[in-house]
């Protein structure tokens, strides 16, 4: 049978300490499970360290705030948690899965201040987030979902609220044979994959959507520095969907997809160029580096 996610060996943090594997449950009526009151980070670690570890503790910090509630944790004793998890799990490469959440407590409404807020660390052996793709060019659908407007939603916070439209967004891209879908914003302006951040190149300039509804990922600003670095011009601003016609290459940034090229947008087609192939691996040196 194959392996889930609940039923495995090992340890998962959860509020403090070490609990095995199995045990680290919930009750039903936790909070965060009726009203998307959690907030989580994807992090990857290379041979036994994680990369921006820091920024991503501190992230969760902040998403945590933008949705109204404190981790109980400063970002350095988060730092050491996952260190301990990495550490445990005895794996050299791996994703690191923190969360914090509204538990169960005397709340049960829309409201919840008087319940305890949660946290776990996980940690498992996750391999290329697009399979294949990460070296063909992945195939992406267009979503019929729209990234909200930051007056709809903390946009900026990741937040499992937002996610709700990205499974929505990648199933039916899946049903036709895509790896994942890209979505526009409330405007039409292109936004961003459902795990993912976007970037394009045309005549030796590379263009990404600027992150004003949606997650400035960590990785890419990443690669927008990498870019900066080797003396390459990028362009952060609105995109409109008439200019995908006119991009050359694509690919997408994020903590699972890394740098993946991109070779199809609904009928709009990239090649795996030069760029995208030096960018991947200037990205994969730095994270071991
Ligand atoms: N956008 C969304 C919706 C995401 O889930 C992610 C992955 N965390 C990203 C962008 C990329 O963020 P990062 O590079 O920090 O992983």
Known sequence: MAETYEDRDGVIWMDGKLVPWREANVHILTHALHYAS??????????????KSHEHSERLRKSAQMIDFEVPYS?????????????????????????????????????????????????WKWGAYYG??????????ISKWKRPSPETIPSAAKAAGLYMICTMSKHAAEAKGCSDAMMFDYRGYVAEATGANIFFVRDGVVHTPLPDCFLNGITRQTVIGLLRQKGIEVQERHIMPEELEGFEQCWLTGTAAEVTPVGKIGDYSFEVGALTRDIAETYEKLVRS
Do not use: C, H, T
Not at 38 to 51: D, M, T, W
Not at 132 to 140: E, I, R, S, W
């Open 38 to 51: 959690s907030v989580f980070e994807g992090e990857r670690a290379y041979n036994g360290k994680i990369f």
């Open 132 to 141: 294949d793709a990460k070296f063909q060019g992945a195939k992406l659908d």
């Open 75 to 123: 970002a350095e004793e988060i730092d050491a948690a996952k260190a301990l998890v990495l550490k445990e799990s005895g794996l050299p490469d791996a994703y690191v899965r923190a969360i914090a959440w509204r538990g169960a407590g005397q709340d049960m409404g829309v409201a919840s201040a008087r319940n305890p807020v949660r946290m776990a660390i996980a940690a």
